[in-house]
Nanobody, 113 residues
């Protein structure tokens, strides 16, 4: 299986970005998906997760109310909509399949004025 993230970039505080993660090589709709992030000098942390059907989502307290995880099983893609971005959101963002252990290569998000 393979995961490929895209959509990162440089954004001003208060701005928005939408990350995408395209999956291949496994039955995508059967697996929960997660987004993690890792800031420089910090451990990788769970940002959000979503069940295979998309019916249940969970968020880290630090992003609740600002980020939304979603998925399109017809396109084998999971998304992370990030609004009201803060400098503390600066990190490399990774998508991950918990049960299969697949990780993407990551996409850099930088929030700076």
């Amino acid at each position: 299986g393979q995961l490929v993230e895209s959509g990162g970039g440089l954004v001003h505080p208060g701005g928005s970005l939408r990350l995408s993660c395209a999956a291949s090589g496994f039955p995508f709709s059967s697996y929960a998906m997660t987004w993690y992030r890792q800031a420089p000098g910090k451990e990788r942390e769970l940002v959000a997760d979503i069940t295979g059907s998309g019916g249940v989502t969970n968020y880290a307290d630090s992003v609740k109310g600002r980020f939304t995880i979603s998925r399109d099983n017809a396109k084998n893609t999971v998304y992370l909509q990030m609004n009201s971005l803060k400098p503390a959101d600066t990190a490399v963002y990774y998508c991950h399949t918990l049960l299969l252990g697949y990780w993407g290569q990551g996409t850099q998000v930088t929030v700076s004025s």
